[in-house]
Structures are given as C-alpha cells and as structure tokens.
C-alpha cells in the first residue's frame, strides 16, 4: 500500500467496484461514496454523495460484458462530476470494448472507437487511462490525453512463476499480433511460432490456416489481448498438438468468455488460460482452468504518479518491485 492520499478520489460505475476497491486498497484511499440505479424502463441514474469541488476525480468503469450500457453509464458520470464542479474527471476504462471498431474496412460501416471518444470529451472527461487497446491508433481518437497501459510486463512476471518456463515457446494467433507476441517473447527471452488466421465475416468465427515456427516437444503459450468466444484459442491449441506440442497455456489481457466459450477451453487441450481482471467476468468463478491476475495495483500506480504529477512512462515496461513481489507471492514463490 502507498502512503495514503486524501485528495485522490476514485470512484466506481457499476461494473467497476471490485477494481476500484482493490486499487483503493494499494492507494490507501477511501472508495468514492455514490450510488447507481437501473430503473425498470432500463434508465441508468447517477448520484455522487460526497463533495468533489475542485477535486481530481477518477471513476472506474470497463467498457466490457455490457457495453452499450457501461458506456452510457460512464458518460453520465463524466456529466454528473462536470456539474459537481470537479477540477477534472480521469475515466479509468480497463477494457475499451469498442476499440475493435478503430476502423471503416468495409462500406456503410461505424467507426465505433471515434464515436465513443467523441461522447467521452463531450460528456467532460479531461483524460482517459486504459489497457491493451485492441488498436493502439485509438488514442489518435482522442484530443485529451490518454494512457494506455499494457498488461504484457504484469502477465509475464506472473508466468516466470510458473512451472511451464522450461522449453516454452511463445504463440501468436495470427500475423496481426506477432509484434505483441516478439515483444512477450523479448520479455521471457523465448522463441516466437505464429498461426496464419483467416476471418471472412463478422461471426467471431475465424480459422487457422498454417504455423509458422517449429512447437514438436515443446510448452507452447498462446498470447492474444482478447477472446471473446475462445474459438481462435481453441483453433490454434489443436493444430500445436498436431504439431507435437506438449502442454499448452493461453494468455490474455482480457477474457470476454461467456458460458459457451468457458465450456469449449474446458473441453479443448489449453491447459491454463491467464488473464487479468479487466473485466469482471462472472463466467470464469470457480473455473479451474482459469486463473486470473489483478491490474488493478497497475493502474492504482498510474493514477499516484499521475496525481503526482510524475512521469507514468516507465509502467508501459516495467513492474515497480512491490508489484512483483505481489505476484511472486501470488505464484506460491
């Protein structure tokens, strides 16, 4: 826990509490008091129940499992912090579900990221911090400044701990996300195979089509910064043991999974899914296969040093010491 600061006031949207309970808890900060109602008609009312004039305030709230609504949600509460007269308003969104839409690849179609960054500065946000943006382009979205943390230093000192290191090669599901996959293997110092991946629809249903990398009697670790149904994990977990891989991991920034995509890695060859707690996913509790590791402390460091007024830079590749020695416990270490 860092000294604590009462001038740094973290507020939680719907979906956010446990997040913002744990980042309070490495801050040595109170949790913001306020309260959210859903109405019957589907209405969402916001209500901050303590003063926030003149305060730099930051509110919690992924834009994940319910995207339509979170989003509404965090943009009323960048409106009801404006009119409280707040000095500024930071929203902390660990998943910014609608960065997949970052761009107009085909006719007719929404450029969803550019839509939801317009609403957030027009609502009053003054600054965005979030993590493992689809497309990293997205912070061209916005005019404020934004901090895109990465959960690639945190993910890796947790898999150090474990017992998969020997004889480990790194997975990329496709080409699209090979310069993520070189940079987790430059961490672990470890060699790269990646899958050729096709899409040809909007289905979340994609194909594996070839391997690029020699797996025959190694740990494999699928790395990807989401899953949203598991199919392409679950794709690329069969062709490595076609391939003659021995155990196989995947490793996300972000689980998405509901109770179909749960029930196919429970049947599939993928060992352990990683993850972090982005997204609060309800489908994963109780799930032996998945374990999850808290960013949390991650962005609690974000939001000291930027409160502070220091430099956050260094987050985006390393992990402050008590950071690692949090997971190094967490790991049985």
């Excluded at 096709?198 to 990807?224: P, S, W, Y």
């Excluded at 994963?284 to 960013?295: A, D």
């Excluded at 956050?312 to 049985?332: A, I, M, N, R, Y």
């Amino acid at each position: 826990m860092l000294n604590g600061n009462p001038d740094i006031k973290i507020f939680a949207g719907s979906s956010g509490v446990a997040f913002a309970k744990k980042m309070c808890a490495y801050l040595g900060a109170d949790l913001g008091a306020s309260e959210v109602i859903h109405f019957s008609d589907g209405n969402i009312f916001i209500r901050i129940k303590e003063t926030v004039r003149d305060k730099d305030v930051y509110v919690v709230l992924p834009i994940g499992l319910d995207p339509n609504n979170e989003l509404v949600e965090l943009l009323f509460w960048m409106d009801s912090f404006k009119r409280a007269s707040a000095s500024s308003v930071t929203a902390i969104v660990p998943y910014f579900g609608y960065a997949k839409g970052d761009k107009k690849d085909e006719p007719r179609v929404s450029i969803r990221a550019r839509v939801c960054a317009d609403c957030l500065e027009t609502a009053g946000a003054d600054r965005v911090i979030t993590m493992d943006l689809h497309s990293a382009q997205v912070q061209g979205f916005f005019k404020i400044p934004v901090d895109h943390l990465l959960s690639l230093p945190i993910l890796c000192e947790y898999i150090k701990g474990m017992d998969i290191m020997e004889n480990l090669v790194v997975v990329s599901p496709d080409a699209g996300f090979a310069k993520t996959a070189r940079k987790y293997a430059d961490y672990l110092q470890l060699p790269v195979a990646i899958g050729d991946k096709t899409r040809t629809d909007h289905d979340e249903n994609a194909h594996i089509l070839e391997l690029i990398g020699n797996v025959e009697g190694k740990n494999c670790m699928i790395v990807d910064d989401f899953s949203i149904s598991g199919g392409t994990l679950i794709d690329v977990a069969h062709m490595l043991k076609a391939r003659g891989a021995k155990r196989i991991v995947a490793v996300l920034g972000h689980i998405m999974l509901r109770e179909k995509g749960v029930k196919a890695i429970n049947e599939s060859p993928i060992e352990t899914v990683i993850s972090t707690d982005s997204v609060e996913n309800p489908f994963i509790i109780g799930q032996k296969k998945f374990q999850t590791v808290s960013v949390a402390p991650l962005f609690a460091e974000a939001v000291y040093r930027i409160h502070e007024r220091e430099s956050v830079s260094t987050l985006f590749s390393t992990v402050p010491q008590k950071l690692k020695d949090d997971l190094k416990e967490s790991c049985g270490k």
